[in-house]
């Protein structure tokens, strides 16, 4: 069971590299398989974690800095308040809605090419802070992250290690609040050591994969895993 649960995060940390986010979405589902809620949650919150830190080593020459800062602080920020209020709004439905919006998103951007985001002040503390609170909502805000991204025209490595970076803040907020409530038993530590391996390993099979990817098709990737991970969140809502 253990193997299968590792080789479902190589897989999921490969197609996150190359998309520039999505592991956790993909990861998540999969390791509901082998372990309950919390315990998943925390596990891939680790390997999420993990993989980032792969793909911002990788990747590092590309940060952008500025986009850090005025799309990562505030992405950081409204995490925390999108956890606070988890109890309160029925997470299924804000899921459905997210669904909609990167669906017209993704097929308007596939048909028409030159579509962009100018990336300005406004528009980075927009994305950065609907990105976070939304993965502090609902747990997931990488798809909404990687709309605004790829809408800045971002070269690709910069659009991996800047992604990477943000996403890394926003798990790295929230992670502590798991391990307060007892989400992980001393049982699965030893988890960890191989995670980070497998994370590492698949930020590096997915870097290969990237650098012989041309600009154009790996946009066309992203967005169309963006469309898939928007048609999955309707889908959950409606069935």
């Known amino acids: 069971m253990s193997i299968l649960f590792f080789l479902s995060a190589f897989a999921a940390e490969i197609i ?12 998540l589902p999969l390791a509901l398989l082998f372990f309950d809620f919390k315990t998943s949650l925390v596990l891939v ?28 602080i505030p992405s950081v920020l409204l995490t925390l308040i999108g956890a606070l209020l988890v109890s309160y709004l029925p997470q299924e439905m804000l899921k459905g809605i997210l669904g909609v919006f990167l669906i017209i998103y993704s097929i308007i951007s596939l048909w028409k ?7 300005s002040l406004f528009n980075s503390v927009i ?35 800047t992604a990477a970076a943000i996403a890394l803040g926003v798990y790295l907020t929230r992670i502590p609040v798991y391990l307060k409530d007892g989400f992980l038993q001393s049982q699965y530590y030893w988890y960890m050591p191989i ?14 994969i990237v650098k012989r990817v041309p600009q154009k098709t790996f946009r066309k990737v992203v967005l169309i895993a963006i469309l898939i991970i928007g048609v999955k969140f309707v889908y959950d809502l409606l069935v």
């Open 113 to 119: 090419d030159d579509l962009k985001v100018r990336p």
């Open 16 to 27: 996150g590299t190359i998309a520039g986010f999505g592991s956790s979405t993909v990861f």
């Open 45 to 72: 919150a680790f390997f999420h974690i993990f993989g980032n830190i792969s793909r911002i080593s990788f990747f590092r020459s590309g940060l952008d800095r500025h986009i850090l800062i005025i799309f990562g």
């Open 195 to 208: 995670l980070f391996i497998v994370a590492f390993a698949g930020s590096f099979a997915g870097k290969q």
């Open 127 to 161: 994305g950065g802070g609907l990105s976070g609170f939304l993965a502090g909502l609902i747990g997931t805000g990488g798809a909404l992250r990687g709309a605004f991204l790829t809408a800045f025209a971002l070269p690709k490595e910069k659009y991996i290690a």
